[in-house]
């Protein structure tokens, strides 16, 4: 099989009709660019959603949860042990949200291998004073440092410095929402009660703003060691153990082999946040649909051009066959055509899908709900352009397939004969 | 090319017994009981009314119409029953052909049409399948028209690059379609010496079908064909 002579044959009968090529191949391309361009897009405001609520989120969380016991007495007493025992008006006992034993849990989880960093947290119920009105609200206790290493907590806090919650002491950064409830500027310093009746100054050192209006109008954040002696309580005392580990991934296993281990309440993030995955599943399932019958209609360009070309090439196909080639020869030689206007059109497409890619991420896009997002968001991701481009091929070679064989079986002698 | 007096009764074509028939829309008998050899550099012609069978027959000997029974030989090889693939490596190794029409490939220059089949067989490289092709337009007065657009050229210059294109793999036989039947007379007569000087000269085998009484007239042999049967042979 001389492939180059095929090939040199197709690429001759492609050039002399370089207007129809050119129109099926820019069919291709506009398809190819635009799958590339709505994955990419897609998929870049996919992952800042994700990321408005994931990166903030601990894979796993350990606490304890206020809930009635499930081992009732009665159930451990021999006597009754095997008996369906009915208790009514089961209430939660005196349970303590502290974690116990926080120290070691601490120590142990950060050398798992599996952990790339865990960080405690207080959750510190508060009423901020403003005058005679009350707000509830929360303070977050955290560990600056490493809240920011694994949970990007600085780029949220978008005036002031995160980090002067530590270096400064009594200090606190409020949500935005909540600081303009309180008319709150930086420097200032704002009245707190606990629970307990304790009230408490406070200074204002940043503004917090995490895209989500709710949380920023009840969230606070301080250092852990400021909210402990908020709230009377030692430096070992703790409500959360937030964990990040090197692979998402692996969140449930690692919180089940917790719970058991440290008898704690362990959540994974699969859990806590399962509709944002169900949200991200059906827009790809969206845009892969919209590209994919993007690419079956210029899939159905080529294979009318390449019918086309046929009726007006029965004379060349006859000839080719009056010559010695075979069938088999004349179908090659439409299925390279196909597949040359796929491949050049898919490159090109691919190129042009980049190209957009990189306008779309340039135009600005601010939103007061977004700190952190200037630009709209794009996924390049290498995966996008590798199915456009296999794509591209897949669907060419389809579109050639029936017009290559109804040339393959041209009879020469009815061409010949019937001129 | 072997030598002439030793091959003049080497047969080169052999047809026994071929019957056709066309049956849509009502069976028609085209051609009964077709049998005749032709010997290694036999010129001959094939004449007969329209539509007495004369062209069907050139095409079932070609090769190209499989759509008979009886037995056809090419070189001693029975060609009936073979896949279509060999068909065409035959055809293409075996048969030069000339049609009425002069079928180049437009998208072509003159010398990459009578390349082509050359290149398929594959039996040259390139460079010299491009030598061999010039020494056959040169031979037919035409080299200078090389590098031209195959539909830039006259109908006569077409039909003698038909005829380059049909010798480039020195095949055992050439079959035309009335190659005269769409040119005029002076394209005719320089079509028709071609002919002659490739008989005479390289004692090239020719079974040409044509209703020109002038051109049968100058041929070795004329078959005479009525009625799907040889009247005379």
Redesign the interface.
């Known amino acids: 099989m001389n492939f180059r002579l095929i090939f040199s044959i197709a690429k001759s009968l492609l050039l002399a009709r370089w207007r129809q090529t050119l129109v099926a191949a820019v069919g291709v391309t506009f398809s190819i660019a635009m799958f590339v361009t709505l994955l990419g897009f897609m998929n870049g405001l996919n992952d800042m959603l994700d990321s408005l609520i994931l990166n903030r989120t601990p894979h796993v969380r350990l606490y304890n949860e206020i809930k009635p016991s499930e081992n009732q007495p009665v159930n451990e007493v021999d006597q009754y042990k095997n008996s369906y025992n009915f208790i009514s008006s089961v209430k939660a006992g005196i349970t303590r949200q502290e974690i116990y034993n926080s120290g070691p849990i601490l120590q142990t989880v950060k050398a798992d291998e599996r952990v790339l960093g865990a960080t405690p947290k207080l959750l510190a119920q508060v009423f901020y004073n403003e005058g005679t009105i009350d707000i509830t609200g929360v303070i977050n206790g955290i560990d600056v440092e490493e809240e920011s290493r694994l949970f990007n907590f600085q780029e949220y806090v978008t005036s002031g410095d995160a980090i002067d919650a530590k270096n400064v002491a009594n200090s606190i950064i409020l949500g935005k929402g909540l600081a303009e409830i309180l008319v709150a500027d930086i420097g200032d310093v704002v009245q707190v009660t606990t629970a307990q009746g304790e009230r408490f100054p406070l200074k204002v050192v940043g503004y917090f703003q995490s895209g989500i209006q709710e949380i920023d109008k009840v969230q606070s954040y301080a250092s852990i060691a400021t909210t402990q002696k908020l709230l009377g309580k030692p430096a070992n005392y703790m409500t959360d153990i937030q964990v990040k580990l090197h692979d998402l991934e692996q969140a449930p296993v690692v919180a089940r082999e917790y719970a058991q281990l440290f008898k704690v309440d362990a959540e994974d993030i699969q859990t806590a946040n399962a509709q944002f995955e169900t949200g991200s599943n059906v827009r790809s399932l969206i845009s892969y649909a919209v590209g994919v019958t993007l690419l079956i209609v210029a899939g159905f360009g080529i294979f009318n051009i390449l019918n086309m070309m046929i009726y007006e090439k029965m004379d060349s196909i006859a000839i080719l066959k009056a010559t010695g080639f075979s069938g088999r020869d004349v179908n090659l030689v439409f299925l390279v055509i196909a597949m040359s206007i796929g491949f050049f059109g898919g490159m090109m497409g691919l190129l042009f899908g980049f190209i957009f890619s990189a306008i779309i991420d340039s135009i600005p896009f601010n939103t007061s709900a977004l700190p952190t997002i200037e630009t709209y968001p794009v996924n390049y991701d290498l995966i996008y352009y590798f199915i456009g481009g296999s794509f591209s091929l897949i669907t060419t070679y389809f579109a050639g397939f029936f017009p290559a064989r109804k040339a393959s079986k041209v009879d020469p002698v009815e061409i010949i004969r019937g001129k | 090319m072997k030598g002439r007096d030793e091959n003049m009764q080497e047969v080169i074509l052999e047809a026994r017994h071929v019957n056709k028939a066309f049956h849509d829309p009502v069976t028609v008998q085209v051609l009964r009981d077709i049998t005749f050899t032709i010997n290694k550099g036999e010129f001959v012609s094939v004449i007969g009314k329209s539509g007495c069978g004369k062209?069907t027959l050139l095409?079932i000997l070609?090769t190209?119409?499989t759509d008979y029974t009886g037995e056809l030989y090419i070189d001693n090889e029975l060609m009936s029953g073979r896949p279509?693939?060999e068909l065409?490596?035959i055809?293409?190794?075996k048969i030069g052909?000339v049609?009425?029409?002069h079928?180049?490939?437009?998208?072509?220059t003159v010398l990459?049409n009578v390349m082509?089949?050359g290149?398929?067989?594959?039996r040259y490289s390139e460079q010299e399948v491009e030598h061999r092709a010039m020494e056959r337009l040169k031979m037919l007065g035409i080299d200078q028209l090389a590098k031209q657009s195959a539909y830039r050229i006259s109908g006569g210059e077409k039909q003698r690059v038909a005829i380059a294109?049909a010798l480039i793999n020195d095949p055992h036989i050439i079959m035309g379609?009335e190659p005269t039947g769409n040119l005029d007379k002076r394209n005719s007569d320089i079509v028709f010496n071609i002919f002659k000087e490739l008989t005479e000269e390289h004692n090239q085998t020719l079974l040409i079908v044509t209703h020109d009484p002038e051109f049968a007239e100058n041929t070795h042999r004329i078959i005479e064909m009525e009625d799907g049967r040889i009247i005379r042979s």
């Open positions: 062209s095409y070609s190209m119409d279509d693939p065409a490596r055809r293409n190794e052909f049609f009425q029409f079928y180049l490939l437009n998208e072509f990459r082509l089949p290149l398929k067989l594959g294109r379609d």
